[in-house]
């Protein structure tokens, strides 16, 4: 039976009120993130501005396996024997070794703030000075032969006296994420040839980790170790356009992250049961919530999606928000460290915020910290510029 074509038009135009009402509260509260973070997005791209490249080339550790242009760092949580000072390290899990290599990750940190900073100064502006100093680091990472980077991590997270390297590494990269993005929003201002060198670098990475023995193992991590490579693979792919990473990414979420992963309560038990159990619950989630950001489309909305039990990513922010907004409710041992230092302006409270239009989410992430300044906490906080990822 047909309808009136009056009825249709009067049950459309109802229907896209109905939408329009819905998203209300999203579009506020994505505006609400823009006035918050405006004037520190200024402020801290202003301080980009003033800064010069620094790669793996500008430093080198002497127990580096790699040559000048391969990024290395040590295992955090290794530390010499006791017993035997000269011989292989041992492990004190969630104990960070101050003495260990990490001048490679605090330059690709300072990187990725420098390109976050500048990227979201030019979505505030268009203003043209952020996209070019932006492109002077870019090309000393990526394109220019003497500074770049070779893409690849073989010598991350490497042991004294047991690896060279272990697939483990891969993670220290995520300090890459919004590198990529920041790519992605000022590639209207940045040359067709620096955007295609770019590109490939990544592209080439893209290869190595998905086909290397350490990416391969990283991928079947079985805690946030899988999710991030995960969050890794999606945002390069994103960026190189690489359709097929982008589905396999996709399908992982739902058939293995979420699975395997989240309790039916929305908790994390293989994060819960470290030595870090808060700091490291409040990671994964970061990152399940950055997979369902860059991955969701209208035909396949990670945001919404459940498995057949209920789990999702929306279950995940409800468990833990009750221990954000009052951290003494953690029904979980005390992090053996930086227990004091968390949590920060965590993104899965404002990207869930505005998402699922919740203000009490937004008021909570609003007077948490932006600016935090303690290593650990930056080292896994790899999306501190929100507005690059709020369209």
């Avoid at 945001?303 to 929306?314: E, F, L, N």
């Amino acid at each position: 039976m047909s309808m009136n074509p009056k009825v249709v038009f009067l049950l459309l135009l109802l229907l896209g009120c109905f939408v329009a009402r819905a998203d209300r509260p999203s579009r506020k509260l994505q505006k609400q993130a823009v006035a918050v973070l405006r004037a520190q997005v200024l402020a801290e791209a202003a301080w980009a501005l003033q800064q010069e490249p620094e790669t793996v080339t500008s430093t080198r550790s002497p127990r580096s396996a790699g040559g000048p242009h391969d990024f290395y760092s040590e295992g955090d949580y290794w530390w010499p024997d006791p017993a035997n000072p000269a011989g292989p390290y041992v492990q004190r899990d969630g104990q960070t070794n101050p003495d260990n290599f990490v001048a490679h990750r605090l330059a690709m940190i300072r990187f990725s703030r420098i390109i976050g900073a500048l990227a979201s100064a030019y979505q505030l502006t268009h203003d043209a000075q952020y996209a070019r100093h932006a492109l002077v680091h870019l090309r000393a990472w990526f394109i220019d032969p003497a500074t770049l980077m070779n893409p690849s991590l073989l010598y991350a997270q490497a042991i004294s006296g047991r690896f060279t390297g272990r697939g483990i590494g891969i993670i220290d990269t995520i300090q890459l994420l919004e590198v990529a993005q920041g790519v992605l929003v000022l590639e209207p201002a940045l040359g067709v040839n620096d955007v295609a060198g770019i590109k490939s670098w990544f592209a080439q990475y893209l290869t190595w980790l998905t086909t290397h023995p350490y990416g391969q193992d990283e991928m079947r991590a079985a805690n946030n170790h899988g999710t991030c490579w995960v969050m890794q693979v999606a945002a390069f792919a994103r960026l190189t356009g690489n359709q097929e990473l982008l589905t396999f990414c996709r399908e992982r979420y739902k058939t293995v992250l979420l699975p395997s992963q989240m309790a039916a309560d929305g908790s994390f038990p293989l994060e819960t049961k470290r030595t870090k159990p808060y700091g490291y619950s409040l990671f994964n989630l970061d990152a399940m919530t950055m997979i369902c950001q860059m991955l969701s489309t209208p035909q396949d909305n990670l945001w919404t999606y459940q498995t057949a039990d209920g789990r999702g990513i929306r279950r995940g922010i409800e468990y833990l928000y009750p221990y954000v907004r009052d951290k003494t409710a953690w029904p979980f041992l005390q992090d053996v460290m930086y227990w004091e230092n968390w949590p920060v302006a965590q993104p899965f409270l404002v990207l869930g915020a505005v998402q699922f239009g919740n203000p009490e989410w937004f008021a909570t992430w609003q007077r948490l910290d932006h600016q935090p300044a303690v290593p650990e906490v930056v080292r896994n906080l790899p999306v501190r510029h929100p507005l690059l990822w709020l369209p």
